[in-house]
Structures are given as C-alpha cells and as structure tokens.
C-alpha cells in the first residue's frame, strides 16, 4: 500500500467548501441515537475545518434504505446532536446531491457547518454513477474522506467522486490505516492476537494472514466451540458452525508451519439456558444440555500471560456472551487486562469489531487502549491485507 495524499496543514482554507465524508451510520432506538461514539469521534476534525473558517459539508449514510427514501433513517436527528457536540449551528439539506444541495453550500458562512440527507437515499451512490459523483462533487471544493469505515465499499461518495475534485485522506482514516500495517507489517514482538466472532468462516482470510505475523493466536467466543469439538470434546447445545473442518485443520497446519502458537480455552463457563445460573466447568465435563458461554478461570489467566508476554496485541471479539452480566466476566477481565498493561507502556493495544467495541465500553476501558477502531468491514478486510476502492482512489501516485 502506498503512502495516502494528506491535506497541506497551512493551506488557507478559508471560505473553501469542505466535503468531509464521514461516518454517522450510528445505532438507532425509536428514533434516537443510541450510541453517539461514530459522532464524538470525527467532533475534533470539524472543529478544526471551522477553525480554519472552512464551510464544511458532511456527507454520510444511515442505514440501508436501498436507494429509497425512508424517514427512520434520515440524518436530520443528527444534526442537533452535532450542533451540541460542536457548540455550533449545524445546518441540513434535505437533498445530499443536486442543484439545491450546491446552493445550500453556497449560502453557509466559513466557519459553518451543513449535513445533507443520507447519501443512501440515492440508488446511484451504492451502484457508483459517474454522472451522481459529478455532481456531488460540485457541493463542495476540496474532498476528504474520514470515513474509513465506508472504505471498503466502491460508493460514488467514497471512490468515484475523488476522480473530479482535489481529494484527500482525512487524519483519522490515515491514523487508522497507519495502525493496521503497523500491526501487520511493523509491530513489537511478540505480537499476539485474541479473535472470536460466531463464524469461523467470516475469519479465515484473517487467520490467514495473521498466522504468517503473529507469535500467538487465542481463539474465544463461539468460534472456540469449533475447535474444541474439533478436538472431540462435547459442546451441548453451543452455538458452532457446521461442515468446517478443512478450514480448522488449514489454520492448525499454518499455525504449525509458521510457528504461531494457536491457543484455545481449556475451560468454560456454561448454563442451560441464559436465564438459568452459569457452571464452571472443563472440557471434558461439558454435557449435551450444555451451552458455552463464557471462558473459565484457568482460561482467562492463561490469556492473563500471554498479555503480559506480548509487546502488542490485536483484540477482535468477545470471549462470551457479555451483554449477560454473568457471562462477562471473561471480556471484562481481558479487557481490564490489556488496560492496565497499556497504561503501564508496556503494551500496544489495538481493538476493532463493533461487539469488541461495545464490550469494551460497558466496562469503562474506552481509554485504556492505544487505538479502538469503531470500523467493521474495512478493519477486517485491511486486515487480512486486502486493497480497499476508497483507500486506493487516495494513494499518491
């Protein structure tokens, strides 16, 4: 991957129209936000385009409206809550694209802020129109793509858009990229990385990848329940995915071939049913009315070690299912874990995956790691060393 154009910190932006593409597609609940951290994250960026006396345009998406008008999923509950965070009016346009969108981003003064309506809306936007990105390029004079998350995807407002207007990459989506080929190309040894998710599938290019970089690989969460199965021991009636058995074998042997410890839990935390009390229990005393739902003692120390063996660490999944209070005690504990490692500066710390994310909200460590990505797809994908369309329409030729 080639080094990202950077916008000239000096250059006078004044009175020069911002399209700043970020990412609001925030978790809604009866029409209010829910969770508000995509929002406070891109605050400091705005802050400094209005700083600068720019008139910075947001261009984002909610949802998936298919390219349909849908009133749930409008962006204008997110302008107020804008407006708060910044301490500054934030105006909104009905229309993210066209002849009214343009005028609205005449008429704002510098130093303002305007949000068009969910790009989404759009058919076009997710089928990349040449003719749709022309025009979104006229709302504004110089682009900047702070949406990472969106990166993965080949959208008009991401990738075709930067073909007809001096674009840029924003700090926040070269912090993040930054951070990944650091974990991947550059990182302190020993590297470890603690991965869970519910299929085993949806890693394996991951897997792949790391195992050639990482000294060790934890496996937590439902994707654990393959392995120990695979290792014949009775799961009950957890959660695991069916018919994978060539690609548990595949990541043993690269782990074997690459010299990459594959670590798994050796005991559990089980229940009948998530209303009944959890058990303590090992392996192989695991029965078919049996559901695993969190790692045990023995387990979470183990992890305990590896941590503190580490020089950095990738976290990306929960050990349990840890919206249960009594089946959190696994994530609580890594992610107290990897906190007070970080903070003693002798850990580096990267965390990504919205479930990981959340986890390690809920138990006050948001600033205890060196980097939290709030991104999904794009963080996985950069991971397993994929290129990504809004990633490399930025690289410098």
Known sequence: MGRLKALDKNLNLTNKRIILRVDLNVPMLEGKVSDKSRIKKVIPVIKEFIRKKAKVILISHLGRPKGKIDEKLSLKPIASILENLLNSKVYFSNESCGSAAIEKSNEIKSG?????????FNKEEETNEINFAKELAKVGD????????CSHRAHASVCEITKYIDSYAGKLLSEEV??????????KKPVSCIIGGSKISTKIGILSNLVKKMQTIVIVGAMAN??????????????FEKNQEGLLKDIIKK?????????????VIVAKSFESEPKLKSLN???????????????VNKIYNIIDESKTILWNGPAGYFEIEKFSTGSNRIAKKITENTKNKSLTSIAGGGDTVAAINKFGCSDGFTYISTAGGAFLELLEGKILPGIKVLELK
């Open 142 to 149: 110089i682009y900047v793509n702070e949406a990472f998350s």
């Open 255 to 267: 782990c074997d071939t690459n010299n990459c410890k594959l670590i798994i839990p050796e005991d």
């Open 112 to 120: 303002e802020v305007l949000l068009l309506e969910n790009i989404r």
């Open 226 to 239: 393959n392995f120990i199965k695979h290792k014949g021991h009775n799961i009950g009636k957890s959660l």
């Open 285 to 299: 005393k695991i029965d078919k009315t049996d559901i695993i739902l969190d790692i045990g003692k023995i387990s």
């Open 178 to 187: 930054n951070v990944i080929n650091m974990l991947t190309n550059n990182a």
